[in-house]
């Protein structure tokens, strides 16, 4: 034979033994239970708290609510600032930059309420931890300057957002108005 015919040959071979095959495999898995598609199997009850956990987060309307409540309190005392609230996680929901508000506070708000939620405390409490732990103003995004307070979940102890207020004079008063954030949420 030629080499073309020998490798047609061979080919149309491979061929019919494969779909032979293939139609052998095909006709038994067709009469088997196994080949009917299954069911989905329910995780457990158990092994789904396991794998899963619940986590309260301030909506946009509340977290809005909290903002203006800060802003408004400083605008009451006459001073210019930038309100910052963030989620659970430390991502911003709502910012709101006062009138006048100087360039540095938005920045310094939004780290400042991402620092408060990731500690669950005032970052006036957290500066003075600084003092044991001099390292801690080096994890990226945290500011730790008096302004920001966490949020915590009703009846739960965990922080569901943070607060940050820049610009005031102080940090006191930073601290003063994201409470008073943070007091319109209670009420």
Request: hydrophobic letters at 45%.
């Amino acid at each position: 034979m030629a080499k073309n015919t020998r490798v047609l040959t061979v080919a149309v071979a491979a061929a019919l033994l494969g779909g032979g095959t293939l139609g052998v495999v095909s006709a038994n898995a067709a009469g088997t239970e196994e080949s009917q598609p299954a069911a989905p199997v329910a995780a457990p009850a158990a092994a789904a708290k396991k794998a899963t956990y619940q986590s309260t987060h301030l909506t946009v309307d509340a977290a809005t609510e909290a903002a203006q409540a800060a802003l408004d309190a400083a605008e009451k005392d006459g001073q210019r600032i930038t309100v910052s609230v963030v989620d659970r996680n430390g991502n911003t929901v709502v910012v709101l930059r006062g009138d006048g508000a100087g360039p540095q506070s938005y920045e310094s708000a939004q780290r400042k309420a991402y620092t408060a939620v990731s500690w669950n405390a005032p970052t006036s409490e957290l500066v003075k931890r600084l003092q044991q732990a001099p390292n801690l103003k080096d994890i990226p995004g945290t500011l730790f300057l008096a302004g920001a307070v966490p949020v915590q979940a009703p009846a739960k102890g965990a922080p569901i957002a943070g607060i940050g207020v820049a610009g005031a004079p102080s940090g006191d008063l930073d601290e003063k108005y994201a409470s008073a954030g943070a007091a319109a949420l209670a009420g």
